[in-house]
């Protein structure tokens, strides 16, 4: 079974950054394509960057330019780099595989940007 934990949310004022990251254990990390998603209080979760195996990247237009999704697979653990953090990124953010999420939802990371 796959498990996803979270870390490195939390309170930060807007033109901030944050660096979230995620251990993936369960699976054969290093040939599995990875997402970060979020998830907005009253709206749905979606889909913000992905990484593949040999390091392709993409990102939804609300965040490209602004974050960055890398990988460790030494540490079966995927990143988010944030920066210039605007108070709509305000969210719970997810890792699971890339689209579509395949594995059980982890408890997920907060980040609240606000002044």
């Known amino acids: 079974q796959v498990q996803l934990v979270e870390s490195g949310g939390g309170l930060v004022q807007p033109g901030g950054s944050l660096r979230l990251s995620c251990a993936v254990s369960g699976t054969i990390f290093s040939t599995k394509t990875m997402g970060w998603y979020r998830q907005a209080p009253g709206k749905q979760r979606e889909l913000v960057a992905t990484?593949?195996?040999?390091?392709?990247?993409k990102y939804s237009d609300s965040v490209k330019g602004r974050f960055a999704i890398s990988r460790d697979n030494a540490k079966n653990t995927v990143y988010l780099q944030m920066i210039n953090l605007k108070p709509e990124d305000t969210a719970v953010y997810y890792c699971?595989?890339?689209?579509?999420?395949?594995?059980?939802w982890g408890q997920g990371t907060q980040v609240t940007v606000s002044s």
């Open positions: 699971n595989s890339g689209d579509p999420p395949r594995w059980e």
């Open positions: 990484v593949t195996n040999v390091l392709l990247t």
